[in-house]
């Protein structure tokens, strides 16, 4: 392929977030990653955990661990859990909501 036809159909690598899925089961696999950047003509690495779904890797937020370790304490039995993402930077929020084993916000009535 020439050089042209490469750099037009060149795509770089990126790691997708969390929040883009709509239903993250509790027992997939998490999965230590890292890359690296340039900042001020300095390699820096960059240490994130991630899963991995047919073959794309998603970013898992710390405090999205650590909001799961809360859900868990309270309901052992929690199958699943989406993410919603708000803010950007290093104003980035993320809110983790339970799911059902249907996909949706199990309520009980007593």
Known sequence: MKL?????AYEPK??????ELDKVPVDIE??????DFEENGKTK???QKVIVIDGEKYKFPFSVLASLKEHLI????LKAFK??????GLKTK???IPLG??????EKVE
């Open 4 to 8: 042209n036809e490469e750099a037009q």
């Open 14 to 19: 990126q790691t997708k977030n969390i929040s």
């Open 30 to 35: 998490l999965e230590d990653d890292s890359f």
């Open 45 to 47: 690495t960059v240490h």
């Open 74 to 77: 309270e309901n052992p039995s």
């Open 83 to 88: 993410v919603r993402k708000s803010g950007e």
């Open 94 to 96: 993320y809110t983790l």
């Open 101 to 106: 084993s249907t996909g949706v916000v199990e």
